[in-house]
């Protein structure tokens, strides 16, 4: 069974940048689709992007034109590069695949945006 294990995460101000990180425990190339989630206190945890094996890519609306996800297949790893970071992107982040039926998720890593 594949792991995901995420990092990147810290404090940062508004209009600032991070990039968080996804690791694989195996080959990228087993998994099909790859997406982040993000749960901030007191809400429930929200889709952010994905990214697929044939290179697609979907984002929310509320990280659209900021936020850009890529995989490195030769790192086993799938980034979220975050840019022009809102208060409101603070939470935790999750990166999160399926491997057979079976949902994975990673620790996740905090992010937090101040004002």
């Known amino acids: 069974q594949v792991q995901l294990e995420e990092s990147g995460g810290g404090l940062v101000q508004a209009g600032g940048s991070l990039r968080l990180s996804c690791a694989t425990s195996?080959?990228?190339?087993?998994?099909?689709?790859i997406a982040w989630y993000r749960q901030a206190p007191g809400k429930q945890r929200e889709w952010v992007a994905t990214?697929?094996?044939?290179?697609?890519?979907n984002y929310a609306d509320s990280v659209k034109g900021r936020f850009t996800i890529a995989r490195d297949n030769a790192k086993n790893t799938v980034y979220l590069e975050m840019n022009s970071l809102k208060p409101e992107d603070t939470g935790v982040y999750y990166c999160?695949?399926?491997?057979?039926?079976?949902?994975?998720w990673g620790q996740g890593t905090q992010v937090t945006v101040s004002s």
């Open positions: 195996g080959s990228i190339f087993s998994i099909n689709a």
């Open positions: 990214t697929t094996r044939g290179g697609s890519t």
């Open positions: 999160n695949t399926l491997w057979g039926s079976n949902v994975i």
